[in-house]
């Protein structure tokens, strides 16, 4: 159950877009197309982004998109901006009927 | 409107128990795999534990496995979590999030410290 691998910071300037990488093994993000993405600003509840590699909840703006290939998920979000600056995180279900998060990535707008 | 509230947590000394709760409002909890996840101060998000919405299964993380016990009462929409022989490690926000597939909806958190 070791948590999934993401970049410990990724930062961009408004408008830009950036990728955050997730990356697991073949028992959990390799096995499941239950992969889904968090915003987490800190002191608030974790908010759900994206759920099953691309798809993304009503309401979530459409400028966050998600895709995976093998072991490895990845959360893009474009035309970057000011509300975008908060934590993410990628999180499996794995093998065992366990949930396993990602490390954790923390977004800089500059 | 999906409403999920913690409370329970609190200050409690190494070795200590804490009892956990979450009232649900806003949707059919008997139907849906209740979690709790819990994230330890400057660290990151780890899912603890899950059961079903019968109660039929229960899945907890190895760090807890013994020391945790996840229940629900479906006749009060309520989750709990037990918690004892509680050390340090223990120490986080605790949410509790409902899943289905992904966690969709997610309590305010409870903190939880453990300090002599």
Redesign the interface.
């Known amino acids: 159950?070791s948590?999934l691998t993401q970049p410990a910071s990724v930062s961009g300037s408004p408008g830009q877009s950036i990728t955050i990488s997730c990356t697991g093994t073949s028992s959990d993000v390799g096995s499941f197309n239950?992969l889904?993405w968090?915003q987490?600003h800190p002191g608030?509840?974790?908010?759900?982004m994206i759920?099953?590699g691309s798809k993304r909840?009503s309401g979530v703006s459409n400028r966050f998109s998600g895709s995976k290939s093998g072991n490895t998920a990845s959360l893009t979000i474009s035309g970057l901006q000011a509300e975008d600056e908060a934590?993410y995180?990628c999180?499996s279900?794995a093998a065992?009927?366990?949930?396993?998060?990602?490390?954790?990535t923390k977004v800089t707008v500059l | 409107e999906v409403q999920l509230v913690e409370s329970g947590g609190g200050l409690v000394k190494p070795g200590g128990s804490l009892r956990l709760s979450c009232e649900v409002s806003g949707f059919t909890f008997s139907i849906y795999t209740m979690n709790w996840v819990r994230q330890a101060p400057g660290k990151g998000l780890e899912w603890v534990s899950s059961i079903t919405g019968s109660s039929n299964y229960k899945y907890y993380i190895d760090s807890v496995k013994g020391r945790f016990a996840i229940s629900r009462d479906n006749t009060k929409n309520s989750l709990f979590l037990q918690m004892s022989s509680l050390g340090a490690e223990d120490t986080a926000i605790y949410y509790c999030t409902r899943s289905s597939g992904s966690h969709d909806y997610w309590g305010q958190g409870t903190l939880v410290t453990v300090s002599s």
């Open positions: 159950q948590a239950l889904s968090y987490h608030k509840a974790p908010k759900l759920y099953e909840p934590d995180y999180c279900y065992g009927n366990v949930y396993v998060f990602g490390t954790g």
